[in-house]
């Protein structure tokens, strides 16, 4: 597919689902487009964001995350200088022994050839294999349509290579478990039939499962729909890990009004107001004793309008608590937090 033809898959997606928001063309090509740490109960987690092209979906109901990038082809070659970036950042570089998890993403597929160079994803390899010695888990961002086993077997063959074997993990962005809130109104395009055709050729191999999920995704949703969605979607994953013996963790965003999208309008109309943190808790309790991990993401990635995130009024109180349930997954804390 020529860059034309992307570019206007990119506009139909962001026109199709109502999106006014622009791109960043004005980003310094040889720098990611964000990067950041996280803690958890896999330990230190450095999570990278690449400045390529954008999603080619792009037409998520709430998602801005593609205005972080460009809608045009960015080449291998800055993607390596990001790569260069990256591992010459004194924040990162002093963290090289510790990081044990590295999370790769473009805000859209790192396994879409088209948006992603095959040649930078396997330069940093090479390069997270030289120079992050504990680094026991990679995991890269994509939807399902553009997983080909044999690629992730040649990459799963290059981690070993490393002093500490790595293991991949693929992250896929699920948003809602509801099909009509997930297909239909927030128009993920991602069905159970196609999801549970990755687990399968994912199980074979032994690879991990991450699973984006937003609390509370779309106008019209009460925050009981919300807390039960996330629990049947908790329910569902747990077979799942328990019929494929498989690792699965379950990343979960409350979610918060981006600009630019049909989210902002509603919140503006006063139809629509992001999930509570109490909410999230409730939600994530159900899943305690079950075979699958939780991670709550605590970040609007400076993207909420004023008022539309939630970690505004009191509710903020309660992020270390969460924060440190991330790092320990111990239920103990989200007993208390509920009282």
Same mark, same amino acid.
């Given at each position: 597919m020529d860059e034309k033809a992307i570019v206007k898959q990119i506009r139909f997606g962001s026109q199709k689902s109502g999106k006014t928001y622009t791109f960043d063309e004005e980003h310094d090509k040889t720098l990611p487009a964000e990067i950041w740490f996280q803690q958890s109960?896999?330990? @230190?987690?450095?999570?990278?964001?690449?400045?390529?092209?954008?999603?080619?979906w792009s037409r998520c109901l709430g998602c801005n995350l593609p205005s972080k990038v460009s809608q045009h082809h960015v080449s291998y070659k800055f993607v390596m200088a990001q790569i260069?970036?990256?591992?010459?950042?004194p924040e990162v570089s002093s963290k090289f022994e510790t990081i044990s998890k590295v999370i790769v993403s473009n805000n859209g597929s790192v396994l879409d050839q088209e948006t992603f160079s095959s040649t930078g994803l396997m330069y940093l390899i090479s390069q997270m294999n030289l120079y992050m010695p504990n680094l026991s888990v990679l995991s890269m961002e994509t939807r399902p349509e553009y997983v080909e086993i044999e690629e992730l077997e040649f990459i799963s063959r290059? @981690?070993?290579e490393a002093d500490t074997p790595t293991a991949l993990e693929l992250a896929v962005g699920f948003e809602a478990f509801d099909n009509r809130i997930r297909n239909e109104i927030f128009d993920k395009g991602l069905s159970l039939e196609v999801f549970e055709e990755l687990v399968l050729k994912m199980s074979i191999y032994g690879y991990h499962l991450k699973c984006y999920f937003m609390q509370k995704p779309v106008p019209g949703m009460s925050d009981e729909e919300a807390v039960i969605d996330i629990q049947n979607a908790i329910d569902y994953l747990a077979r799942l890990s328990n019929k494929y013996d498989l690792h699965i963790n379950m990343?979960?965003?409350p979610t918060y009004v981006a600009e630019g999208t049909a989210l902002e309008t509603a919140f503006r109309a006063n139809q629509y107001k992001p999930p509570r943190l109490r909410d999230v808790v409730r939600a994530v309790i159900h899943s305690r004793n079950k075979p699958i991990s939780v991670y709550i993401g605590l970040s609007d990635e400076g993207l909420a309008v004023e008022g539309g995130s939630f970690l505004c009024g009191e509710e903020s109180s309660l992020t270390a608590r969460i924060e440190e349930f991330n790092r320990t997954q111990d239920y103990t804390i989200l007993e208390q937090i509920l009282g």
């Open positions: 109960d896999e330990g @230190l987690i450095l999570f990278v964001v690449f400045y390529t092209q954008a999603c080619r260069d970036s990256l591992m010459s950042d290059a @981690l070993e990343h979960l965003n």
